[in-house]
């Protein structure tokens, strides 16, 4: 089983400070995929990279996989309470269109 | 939004009951998938297709089954409910392309008393 660590685990912040959040692995993947969900609901797509350090922006999130494509973090810069969620890192190793998920990573955003 | 139904959304059962969940896909989406959250532990993968009739077992399959007799119909059967299966439980759907993009369902919260 690949297993996907990502730290931390709880994150509270106020608005306008930035964060990272990191998820890590001993395994490769072909693509490395972050989602966000708010509560009942399912995860939402953000991002998909693909190449060994490639970096993608999004608005105020940036996203970068690692040259190795083991590891990926995700930057928030000025966090927002709408920024606040559940994030979840998943990789795809190509098998079968299988992603195995990260334990996710609970931000909370206040004024 | 993709289009993907969960029903039921909301069920409460008792120990050893069978239950099934029903997940519905306008998408026409080739691979589709059941997956289970809980606290500590992410998404967890329970059991995936990629194609009418074609099934295959994830990571925490145990006591769960599925099966798919139409491209737009995937169910999930507990067959005789535990407490350890209390959980939420997200159906997924994916063409296999496009970056491999999973959409997911809004969820069906299953409580095994």
């Known amino acids: 089983t690949q297993l996907l660590e990502q730290s931390p685990q709880f994150l509270s912040i106020q608005e306008g400070e930035n964060l990272t959040v990191y998820c890590n692995s001993s395994?490769?993947?072909?693509?490395l995929q972050w989602y966000r969900q708010e509560p009942g609901e399912g995860p939402v797509l953000l991002v998909t990279v693909v190449t060994g350090g490639e970096v993608k922006k999004l608005k105020r999130l940036t996203f970068q996989f690692g040259d190795a494509r083991k590891d990926s973090s995700l930057h928030i810069t000025a966090a927002q309470p709408g920024d606040t969620g559940l994030y979840l890192c998943a990789g795809h190793t190509g098998t079968a269109s299988k992603l195995t998920f990260g334990t996710g990573t609970r931000l909370q955003v206040t004024l | 939004d993709a289009g993907i139904t969960q029903s039921p959304r909301h069920k409460v059962t008792e120990t050893g009951t069978p239950v099934t969940l029903r997940c519905h896909q306008t998408?026409?989406?080739?691979?589709m998938y059941w997956y289970r959250q809980d606290p500590g532990h992410g998404l967890r993968l329970i059991h995936y297709s990629y194609g009418v009739k074609d099934t295959d077992k994830g990571e925490v399959s145990d006591g769960y089954s599925v099966s798919r007799s139409k491209t737009e119909d995937f169910l999930l059967t507990l067959e005789s409910a535990t407490s350890s299966q209390t959980s939420v439980y997200f159906c997924a759907i994916s063409d296999g392309r496009s970056g491999n993009t999973i959409y997911f369902g809004e969820g069906s919260w299953l409580t095994v008393v």
């Open positions: 395994s490769v993947f072909s693509s």
């Open positions: 998408e026409n989406h080739r691979y």
